[in-house]
Nanobody
Framework: QVQLVESGGGLVQPGGSLSVSCAAS????????MGWYRQAPGKQRELVAR???????NYADSVKGRFTISRDNAQNTVYLQMNSLKPEDTAVYYC???????????????WGQGTQVSVSS
């Protein structure tokens, strides 16, 4: 089985910084793209940032210039550094990854359990 386990998150004041990380474990051959999504109460889940295995990134317009996604391929881990946080960034943040389980398998998409990020004074 494959698991994505997020850590980090919590409560921070507006303008503050926070980081979250997500480690993939289990029977993994290779991980392609990894990313972060978020879901605020009453809203649909939305893409925050995504990074390819080679390091190419894309961000939601709402977080460009404030958030940075990175990854460690050797550790099967993806990170999200969040700066200049705003109350509207408050949401549950979910890790997502496209994982190849073996040399003969296809690509499977996995989600983490989510971690709460709250921005409030």
């Amino acid at each position: 089985q494959v698991q994505l386990v997020e850590s980090g998150g919590g409560l921070v004041q507006p303008g503050g910084s926070l980081s979250v990380s997500c480690a993939a474990s289990g029977n993994i051959f290779k991980i392609n793209a990894m990313g972060w999504y978020r879901q605020a109460p009453g809203k649909q889940r939305e893409l925050v940032a995504r990074i390819t295995r080679g390091g190419s990134t894309n961000y939601a317009d709402s977080v460009k210039g404030r958030f940075t996604i990175s990854r460690d391929n050797a550790q099967n881990t993806v990170y999200l550094q969040m700066n200049s946080l705003k109350p509207e960034d408050t949401a549950v943040y979910y890790c997502n990854a496209d994982i190849i389980l073996s040399v003969t398998s296809g690509v499977f998409n996995y989600w983490g359990q989510g971690t709460q990020v709250s921005v409030s004074s």
